[in-house]
């Protein structure tokens, strides 16, 4: 049973980039076959997904944010790693960590997804 952690600056200014990293337990995130997402929600709004890591490498991202969004993996560490450049207050949100056994793009869906962080409130402010 994976365990997924949510890690990060709880406030960061405008213009900067946001780095959050999902600490994976439970499972390798090499050679465990699952693929790890990034899902925000907005105050007030739904789900939003952000893009998506394979166990091989492979990425995905939600083409709005695929200018602005990065996500690598530390496999020495279990960790994948989201990075979001010139933030601004619209990137305000609740950002989770899922991982799910299927290539899953662009939906949010709860259980769609085998397992979630506790997610992680990150505030875009100067």
């Known amino acids: 049973q994976a365990q997924l952690q949510e890690s990060g600056p709880g406030l960061v200014k405008p213009s900067q980039t946001l780095s959050l990293t999902c600490t994976v337990s439970g499972a390798s995130i090499a050679t465990g076959f699952y693929y790890y997402h990034w899902i925000r929600q907005p105050p007030g709004k739904g789900l939003e997904w952000m893009g998506v890591?394979?166990?091989?490498?492979?990425?995905y991202y939600a083409p709005h944010l695929k200018i602005r969004t990065g996500i690598t993996r530390d496999t020495s560490k279990n960790q994948v790693t989201l990075q979001l450049l010139s933030v601004t207050p619209e990137d305000t949100a609740v950002y989770y960590c899922a991982a799910s056994k299927t290539l899953i793009l662009g939906q949010t869906a709860e259980n769609l997804y085998d397992y979630w962080g506790q997610g992680t409130q990150v505030t875009v402010s100067s």
């Open positions: 890591i394979s166990y091989s490498g492979s990425t």
